[in-house]
């Protein structure tokens, strides 16, 4: 499975942007890159996907590199509510995700 | 917004006991996994259904595990014969089309003693 490598952890301002990076160098030509969050005692929860362009919707936006193999999720304006796991993931043929450590994104007010 | 509903949200049994975590994927959804979490750690994927079978399962999903679509809305996960090492957050997702988004559900935590 290819495999994705991203900070341990990162902290921002209230009401400023968040750009987390990841990296996924083997990533194959039908690997979507996902990207969930888990809020503290919650499930994951979608945030955004995208497999070649760079994708936006309402939570956040997705930068893809031009090769593929790095990523940027951006959150505009980070909240409070913002502070959480990211994880970024290569989906694979079944679309089974496997969850690495993730980014720890830290909001201060 | 549509919702992957788990039931219970936290299960305590004896060691040894059977256990089946229930969820309700979300109506128009074709893809279902079931994934855990042991406290601290990071979330395992543990099996994938689809088409009333498993596409796919970790080593972790032994015999003491299986699944079930029992009545085309439900989605079972069922431990035979509970281990202390059982004990962790489930959770259970489904998914529209192969590389959308999946929806998880908020967990059952399963306790082990």
């Known amino acids: 499975d290819a495999k994705t490598t991203q900070p341990n952890s990162m902290e921002s301002n209230e009401e400023e942007p968040v750009h987390l990076p990841c990296n996924h160098s083997t990533i194959s030509g039908t690997d979507y890159i996902h990207w969930y969050r888990q809020l503290p005692s919650q499930g994951p929860e979608y945030v955004i996907h995208g497999l070649t362009s760079n994708v936006n919707n309402r939570m956040a936006s997705l930068a893809i590199a031009e090769d593929r193999k790095s990523s940027t999720l951006i959150l505009h304006r980070a909240t409070l509510r913002d502070a959480a796991v990211y994880y970024c993931?290569?989906?694979?043929?079944?679309?089974?995700?496997?969850f690495g450590a993730g980014t720890q994104v830290v909001v201060t007010p | 917004e549509p919702e992957v509903t788990q039931t219970p949200s936290h299960q305590v049994t004896q060691m040894g006991q059977e256990v089946i975590l229930r969820c309700v994927p979300i109506s128009n959804h074709l893809y279902f996994y079931w994934y855990r979490q042991i406290l601290g750690q990071k979330v395992e994927f543990l099996v994938s259904f689809y088409n009333n079978e498993i596409s796919e399962k970790s080593e972790i999903f032994d015999d003491q595990f299986s699944v079930e679509r029992p009545d085309g809305s439900n989605f079972t996960l069922k431990i035979r014969s509970t281990k202390l090492e059982d004990s962790a957050m489930y959770f259970c997702a489904s998914g529209g089309q192969l590389g959308d988004g999946y929806t998880f559900g908020s967990g059952t935590r399963l306790t082990v003693v």
């Open positions: 993931i290569l989906t694979d043929s079944w679309g089974k995700l496997q």
